[in-house]
């Protein structure tokens, strides 16, 4: 069973480092300085499981005048199944309980643009550099009623 929440425990906690060591450091070749901010203990993080088997996570930041969105990561062997796009949604719909009409933005890989676009993501501005990395800003765009 598939099921994602939101992280509550130092346990838990350090599951999603694993899971980003994992991606980000072993597999990406980022610098673990890089990878482990100090941002981590004020972000909101999340887990997908599988039969308690965690996979995935990601965590959001409140800025100043909105929310960004980050570290989404999937363990290799689980992509392709959907998890990454739980762990975004989950993501998006507990910033929009806090806040209906929040902005909400992430970095995202240029190559990642269109699974962002899926969900209400545009780009906007340049892109730039991040760990290396070809990256653009996108912004949520809200779903009109």
């Not at 992280?7 to 991606?23: A, D, G, P, S, Y």
């Not at 990601?58 to 199944?81: H, M, T």
Request: net charge positive.
């Amino acid at each position: 069973m598939v099921k994602v929440r939101k992280v509550k425990t130092e346990q838990e906690f350090m599951k999603c480092l694993f899971i980003r060591f994992m991606v980000f450091c072993q597999e990406l070749q980022m610098d673990l300085r890089q990878e482990m901010d100090f941002r981590d203990p004020e972000a909101t993080h999340f887990l997908v499981f599988i039969d308690e088997e965690p996979v995935g996570t990601c965590r959001y930041l409140e800025q100043w005048d909105y929310y960004l969105i980050g570290r989404l990561a999937v363990l290799p062997s689980f992509r392709k199944n959907g998890y990454g796009s739980q762990l975004l949604t989950a993501a998006v719909k507990s910033i929009l309980r806090k806040d209906k009409n929040a902005k909400i933005e992430l970095h995202a890989p240029v190559e990642r643009i269109d699974f962002y676009k899926k969900f209400g993501f545009l780009p906007f501005g340049q892109t730039f550099l991040e760990n290396d990395v070809q990256h653009i800003g996108m912004r949520y765009h809200h779903p009109k009623k």
